[in-house]
């Protein structure tokens, strides 16, 4: 099983950095894509970025490529997305997912991750 937790929300102005972490509490398999989808206020959640095991495959939204950058450190359970010149539409909860299907049509839908984190807010003001 994963446990995920997220950190590293907050609020910050427009053009700002920051990084947020996805730790796996339970530690106990491994093998399994990181994702990351966020959550605005009255819209459904949507796909950010999503990285394999091993660090060799990433994948990214368009309204992310070039700004955000997935990564993962496996002997710490943990992976990041730093997200640099935020925009005010950038502002969501933010949350990291598990799964363990790779291919591009999979990996932006929900349904492919079964375990997920409890979100972190990102606000960015203009």
């Known amino acids: 099983q994963v446990q995920l937790v997220e950190s590293g929300g907050g609020l910050v102005q427009a053009g700002a950095s920051l990084r947020l972490s996805c730790v796996d509490s339970?530690?106990?398999?491994?093998?399994?894509?990181m994702g990351w989808f966020r959550q605005a206020p009255g819209k459904e959640r949507e796909f950010v970025a999503a990285i394999d095991w091993s660090s060799s495959n990433t994948y990214y939204a368009d309204s992310v490529k070039g700004r955000f950058t997935i990564s993962r450190d496996n002997a710490k359970n943990t992976g990041y997305l730093q997200m640099n010149s935020l925009k005010p539409e950038d502002t969501a909860i933010y949350y990291c997912a598990a799964g363990w299907r790779w291919s591009s049509n999979v990996l932006v839908q929900t349904t492919s991750y079964p375990y997920w984190g409890q979100g972190t807010q990102v606000t960015v003001s203009s």
């Open positions: 339970r530690r106990t398999v491994g093998g399994y894509v």
